[in-house]
């Protein structure tokens, strides 16, 4: 009823009924209602039930089929938008946060929100919860948590010392420092790029990490992770103002060349890694 199932609406009556998968048009189509409980109805049950027979007696069933209808939009179909405005006027989402202010997809959005709340599903929260697979870091053999896979793997490190190799950018230490006096002492007019080109290899190495668990792809080369990264970060530029927009993709190319550059030095191998 409304925006709530019956079992929503009255979970005391839900608890005691017989039948708790029947459908409603069964319920409905006989006098008395058809419908028995496992014990007598008296005190708040009693006034619940009543509650629920007088919100159910004037419904009038047709032998239309059922249909979806999302309450957000007034032409009740789903949208995006409409998800992410309802989030954040209700507080789920904040509203100034540095993550939800820039023009990235929302599913970034939400990938770097899960981040800094640390409950991204990596193996160690797996295990939390259950699950008994291996826990150990598909590319090293240590425990895979947040802190490993984004930072410490010798994947992650190549990456953040291949970005201070290009830019002299000293690479974050863990996921707070990130977000906080890491991404803070940049210049207000640099902070944007520099949050996109740190959620791109973040979202890179995510990506490879599901790739080699899920659909068990061989990880060949770091390399691949960086031109996924570059590759994302030019898909995002296009949501960016010129200016920036211009300024990310000529950073793509620039870190681009000095991989390129280190591999012509040291090799395709791993064993030529710089961590």
């Given at each position: 009823?409304?925006?709530k199932?019956l079992?929503e609406?009255?979970?005391?009556l839900y608890?005691?009924?017989?039948?708790?998968?029947?459908?409603i048009?069964n319920?409905l189509?006989?006098?008395?209602?058809n419908?028995?409980?496992?014990?007598s109805?008296?005190?708040?049950?009693r006034?619940?039930?009543?509650?629920?027979?007088?919100k159910?007696a004037h419904v009038?069933?047709?032998?239309?089929?059922d249909?979806?209808r999302?309450?957000?939009?007034?032409?009740?179909?789903?949208?995006?938008?409409?998800?992410y405005s309802?989030?954040?006027?209700?507080?789920?989402l904040?509203?100034?946060?540095?993550?939800w202010?820039?023009k990235?997809?929302?599913?970034?959005?939400?990938?770097?929100?899960?981040?800094?709340?640390g409950?991204?599903l990596t193996?160690?929260?797996?295990?939390?919860?259950?699950?008994?697979?291996?826990?150990?870091?598909c590319?090293?053999?240590?425990?895979?948590?947040?802190q490993?896979?984004?930072?410490d793997?010798?994947v992650?490190?190549?990456?953040?010392?291949t970005?201070?190799?290009?830019?002299?950018?000293?690479p974050?230490s863990?996921?707070a420092?990130?977000f906080?006096?890491?991404?803070?002492?940049?210049?207000?007019e640099?902070?944007?790029?520099?949050?996109?080109?740190?959620?791109a290899i973040?979202?890179?190495?995510?990506?490879?990490r599901?790739?080699v668990?899920?659909?068990?792809?061989?990880?060949?080369?770091?390399a691949?992770?960086?031109?996924?990264?570059?590759?994302w970060?030019?898909?995002w530029a296009?949501?960016?103002?010129?200016?920036?927009?211009?300024n990310?993709k000529i950073g793509c190319?620039h870190?681009?060349?000095v991989?390129?550059q280190?591999?012509s030095?040291f090799?395709?191998?791993?064993s030529y890694?710089?961590?």
């Amino acid at each position: 009823m409304g925006n709530k199932t019956l079992m929503e609406s009255f979970p005391n009556l839900y608890r005691i009924v017989r039948k708790k998968g029947v459908i409603i048009a069964n319920v409905l189509n006989r006098v008395p209602l058809n419908i028995s409980f496992r014990r007598s109805l008296v005190g708040a049950n009693r006034a619940a039930w009543l509650e629920l027979v007088s919100k159910v007696a004037h419904v009038s069933l047709t032998e239309r089929n059922d249909e979806f209808r999302w309450n957000l939009n007034k032409n009740g179909t789903y949208s995006v938008q409409s998800f992410y405005s309802i989030l954040v006027q209700d507080g789920v989402l904040p509203r100034n946060s540095i993550v939800w202010k820039r023009k990235v997809p929302l599913k970034i959005k939400i990938f770097l929100w899960y981040l800094r709340s640390g409950v991204i599903l990596t193996k160690d929260i797996l295990a939390k919860r259950k699950w008994k697979g291996d826990t150990k870091c598909c590319f090293y053999n240590a425990t895979e948590t947040i802190q490993h896979l984004f930072f410490d793997c010798h994947v992650a490190r190549y990456i953040w010392n291949t970005t201070f190799i290009a830019f002299r950018i000293e690479p974050p230490s863990n996921i707070a420092n990130l977000f906080g006096s890491w991404l803070k002492d940049f210049p207000k007019e640099l902070k944007c790029q520099i949050l996109i080109g740190a959620a791109a290899i973040c979202w890179a190495v995510w990506l490879w990490r599901n790739d080699v668990v899920f659909n068990r792809r061989p990880f060949n080369s770091f390399a691949q992770v960086v031109y996924r990264g570059t590759y994302w970060i030019r898909c995002w530029a296009r949501l960016c103002k010129e200016e920036e927009r211009r300024n990310l993709k000529i950073g793509c190319r620039h870190l681009e060349g000095v991989v390129l550059q280190l591999f012509s030095n040291f090799g395709w191998r791993r064993s030529y890694r710089i961590c």
